[in-house]
């Protein structure tokens, strides 16, 4: 089945410590994304890729890196310069072109020790 | 730039109950449409979509219709069950030549009793 596959679906982190997120698709998407969801929140977008070997922020890329090797893979990692990381991270892709569909993956929720 | 405003939450009725959850957006140009849910501790996942004006999507006895006169995109079901309590995501995504970057609203909670 096609689809996105986010892990670990729960992560902890100790002060101090970069975390990565992983996020696969086999949807043959080009665009990926990563957005935060705080409780009671909408959606905040971190990063998102149109192309591999390209990324851009969103509205809160700081304390964040991502990076896009392969069209599958758009990791995030979650560095010790976030110092409010505990949240619901979403990575989604997108069907081609504008006016596109987003899949999104089950989430990973991270939590600080 | 685009924007989508959502009707705050929750949104709390009882089963069999008609159910309306109020969506308006700015935006440039033609973009499409979307609603997505979000049931608790999951993704969110495409509940139906609109592409032009006066579109209808329907699913799972949801429906939605495109009306740009009024700029909006309401979600309406006839009669809720409890297993419809979720959050519920109005959404926009510029057409060919546009952003990539799709808007969403806040998001509305409903919760359904039995």
């Known amino acids: 089945d096609g689809g996105i596959t986010q892990s670990p679906k729960y992560l902890f982190r100790k002060e101090g410590q970069n975390v990565t997120l992983s996020c696969e698709q086999n949807l043959n998407h080009d665009a990926m994304y990563w957005y935060r969801q705080d409780p009671g929140q909408g959606l905040r977008l971190i990063y998102y890729s149109q192309i591999v070997n390209d990324f851009q922020k969103g509205d809160i890329a700081e304390g964040y890196s991502v990076s896009r090797e392969k069209k599958e893979s758009f990791p995030l990692t979650v560095t010790s310069a976030q110092k409010n990381p505990t949240a619901f991270y979403l990575c989604?892709?997108?069907?081609?072109?504008?006016?596109?569909?987003?899949?999104f993956g089950a989430g990973t929720r991270l939590s600080v020790l | 730039g685009n924007s989508v405003t959502q009707m705050e939450g929750p949104v709390t009725l009882s089963e069999e109950a008609f159910l309306t959850i109020n969506c308006t957006y700015t935006?440039?140009?033609?973009?499409?449409l979307f609603w997505y849910v979000q049931y608790p501790g999951e993704g969110l996942q495409l509940l139906l979509k609109?592409?032009?004006?006066?579109d209808k999507g329907s699913n799972k006895g949801f429906e939605a219709t495109y009306r740009k006169e009024t700029t909006s995109f309401h979600l309406e079901k006839g009669s809720v069950q409890v297993s419809d309590s979720a959050v519920y995501f109005c959404?926009?995504?510029?057409?060919?030549?546009?952003?990539?970057?799709?808007?969403f609203g806040r998001g509305t909670s409903l919760i359904v009793h039995p």
């Open positions: 609109a592409t032009k004006a006066d």
């Open positions: 989604a892709s997108k069907t081609s072109g504008g006016g596109g569909i987003q899949y």
């Open positions: 959404a926009l995504s510029e057409g060919p030549g546009g952003s990539y970057i799709p808007t």
């Open positions: 935006a440039t140009g033609y973009p499409s």
